[in-house]
């Protein structure tokens, strides 16, 4: 695996508020720590680093700007000079400037990583793909929840991670994990 000298780390959601019990049970609770070991990484070999924020408009969501839960987890705290992306839909790339970041800066490609595998990080790295990044999402720094479908049948969480990833690797992206991501990167 190679990783790019100038390849960002994109950081999606990496918020207090899905810690939250009305999320349900999650898989990968180790997430967190590789999130940590990626920004580590970057920060030590001069890569750009960015983060993405969900500020909710739904009344009751721990993610509301006005409720505490929209805060970053202390694993993912933006430094100063790391740009901050302010969304409102699964998107991190609707309704903000993103791409425009992107493009200005001359980054083409992306390493993922945050919550969840299946709402805005997937909708963020389909974006990407289409809109011509090279995407790299990293299996085991990214995490997502349970699910009840329309049927009533209940999908577990490690389930919607997995088929998450494998809907997104070799269309939208490639998925890797954190070991062979941060073997790229080197020291």
């Not at 000298?5 to 999320?23: T, Y």
């Not at 890797?176 to 990167?185: C, E, G, I, N, Q």
């Amino acid at each position: 695996m190679n990783v790019a000298p100038d390849a960002a780390l994109l950081l999606i959601d990496v918020q207090q508020g899905l810690d939250h019990p009305r999320w349900g049970a999650r898989n990968n609770p180790a997430a967190e720590q590789r999130i940590a070991e990626l920004l580590a990484a970057w920060r030590a070999t001069g890569r750009p680093v960015i983060h993405v924020q969900h500020l909710s408009l739904e009344p009751r969501s721990p993610l509301r700007q006005d409720a505490p839960g929209h805060a970053f987890k202390i694993e993912a705290l933006p430094v100063a000079g790391e740009p901050v992306f302010r969304k409102h839909v699964n998107s991190a790339f609707i309704g903000t400037d993103l791409e425009a970041h992107l493009r200005a800066n001359g980054i083409a490609t992306l390493v993922v990583a945050g919550l969840t595998t299946d709402h805005c990080v997937s909708t963020t790295i389909r974006m990407a793909g289409n809109l011509g990044f090279t995407v790299t999402v990293v299996e085991d720094a990214t995490a997502t929840f349970e699910r009840r479908g329309p049927d009533g049948i209940h999908y577990s969480a490690e389930l919607m991670h997995r088929a998450a990833l494998a809907s997104l690797h070799g269309e939208f992206a490639t998925v890797s994990s954190a070991r062979d991501v941060l073997a790229a990167v080197g020291p």
